[in-house]
């Protein structure tokens, strides 16, 4: 038997299929230098590049089964190596667009948050002047103050029923006049 360094490509392949490992790691060598340097022209990352070199030998191994000694073994490393090259760019872009849709999404979730909090403060403030004086001094150190009747009572000077009765009649006003606008806020202020 001829040591695998003399055997031709042909006789190489036909060994691997029987799963010479010999003969595998003699295509290896044959191959894998150029392949990688090809590869790494293409995507410019020799970590890449690298593991890409591995996964197209695993492959090889893989399906060396199949391998057809009459065919290009080079011109099948290289379809191989070209899928996985796709495939690498593929998840690649799929990386960036990921990112930069979370990016955009980061960037502008604090400009939404701002302006739907000026919204609701301009809304707010529209229908709190729509209150009677007295509502809305109730309405804002309760709600707004988060205050309680007792507290409110003993600085205003009125009874804690005046005061439930104050924020009944201004919570009535405050739902009509919210009627339309965001749910949201209403929920919030009503509660």
């Known amino acids: 038997m001829k040591p695998v360094t003399f055997l ?6 036909n060994r691997i299929k029987k799963g010479d490992q010999a003969a595998f790691e003699q295509i290896y060598l044959q191959y894998a230098r150029k392949l990688a340097h090809r590869l ?6 020799e970590e890449i590049a690298q593991d890409i070199l591995q996964d197209v030998f695993l ?3 893989e399906v060396r089964d199949r391998l057809n000694p009459e065919q290009s073994f080079g011109a099948f490393l290289y379809t191989i190596a070209t899928n996985y090259c796709k495939k690498s760019f593929r998840r690649s872009l799929l990386d960036q667009t990921y990112h930069h ?6 960037a502008y979730s604090p400009i939404e948050q701002q302006l739907n909090q000026k919204d609701a403060q301009q809304i707010l403030s529209a229908a709190l002047e729509k209150l009677t004086p007295r509502q809305k001094e109730v309405f804002t150190l309760h ?7 007792n507290e409110i009572s003993a600085l205003l000077g009125i009874s ?3 005061i439930n009765q104050l924020m009944q009649q ?8 919210l009627v339309g606008q965001s749910l949201l806020l209403a929920a919030i202020l009503l509660s």
Do not use: C, D, M
């Not at 031709?8 to 392949?13: A, D, F, K, Q």
């Not at 201004?170 to 006049?177: D, R, T």
């Open 143 to 149: 709600k707004i103050e988060g205050r309680n009747y």
């Open 101 to 106: 849709h979370n990016t955009f999404e980061e």
């Open 59 to 61: 492959k090889v191994w």
């Open 40 to 45: 790494l022209q293409l995507l410019k990352s």
């Open 160 to 162: 804690p029923n005046t």
């Open 8 to 13: 031709s490509e042909t006789e190489l392949i």
């Open 170 to 177: 201004a919570n009535k006003q405050l739902k009509a006049g």
